[in-house]
T-cell receptor, first 111, second 115 residues
Framework: AQRVTQPEKLLSVFKGAPVELKCNYS??????LFWYVQYSRQRLQLLLR??SRESIKGFTADLNKGETSFHLKKPFAQEEDSAMYYC?????????????FGTGTRLAVRP | GAGVSQSPRYKVTKRGQDVALRCDPI?????LYWYRQALGQGPEFLTY????????KSGLPNDRFSAERPEGSISTLTIQRTEQRDSAMYRC?????????????FGSGTRLTVV
């Protein structure tokens, strides 16, 4: 089945350290991939999408088809970045497969 | 409206009762999605609509779960004969585009507790 994998359930870094949240996908075509963020007690929010090649809150994500990855990166973590991050494979829709987010990675940024 | 609105925010119900969860998407958004999220887990897809047509209901766990969006706007997720395992946060999202390529906007969710 088509799926995404977020191998780390928890990533803990110090403020100012670089961050990389991993997302790997298995898909034979060209997926559209998104990252969503959920801050404590808030709703899920779209963070960024790979097709727009944007940088939001200092985060970037590059789709690497060779490695089938869409890792989320930020050069210098801030305490306010602490949240749950979910990788979402939008393009899996057309395959008819169940649309399911990754299991999420909790980012904890320590002062 | 300005955002995706879900009601009620919290619902406590006795096992065996039916519940109806409501989602009011952003005005003009074509697609509407229902997800369920258990504590400590990622959102699990249930079903989605483009306009009033239910496109995919493969994520509905069993036939006690159903959803409708009769006029292509507000949607209701109904759970009949609730069981304790149905307890979860139920999240609704909408997107402007049918493909969801613009990304989802999520509501605050309805926390369902079956006692």
């Amino acid at each position: 089945a088509q799926r995404v994998t977020q191998p780390e359930k928890l990533l803990s870094v110090f403020k100012g350290a670089p961050v990389e949240l991993k997302c790997n996908y298995s898909y034979s075509g060209s997926p559209e991939l998104f990252w969503y963020v959920q801050y404590s007690r808030q709703r899920l929010q779209l963070l960024l999408r790979h097709i727009s090649r944007e940088s939001i809150k200092g985060f970037t994500a590059d789709l690497n088809k060779g490695e089938t990855s869409f890792h989320l990166k930020k050069p210098f973590a801030q305490e306010e970045d602490s949240a749950m991050y979910y990788c979402d494979p939008k393009g899996f829709r057309s395959s008819g497969d169940k649309l399911t987010f990754g299991t999420g990675t909790r980012l904890a940024v320590r002062p | 409206g300005a955002g995706v609105s879900q009601s009620p925010r919290y619902k406590v119900t006795k096992r065996g009762q039916d519940v109806a969860l409501r989602c009011d998407p952003i005005s003009g958004h074509v697609s509407l999605y229902w997800y369920r999220q258990a504590l400590g887990q990622g959102p699990e897809f249930l079903t989605y609509f483009n306009y009033e047509a239910q496109q995919d209901k493969s994520g509905l766990p069993n036939d006690r779960f159903s959803a409708e969006r009769p006029e292509g706007s507000i949607s209701t997720l109904t759970i009949q004969r609730t069981e304790q395992r149905d307890s979860a946060m139920y999240r609704c999202a909408s997107s402007l585009e049918e493909t969801g390529g613009d990304g989802y906007t999520f509501g605050s969710g309805t926390r369902l507790t079956v006692v």
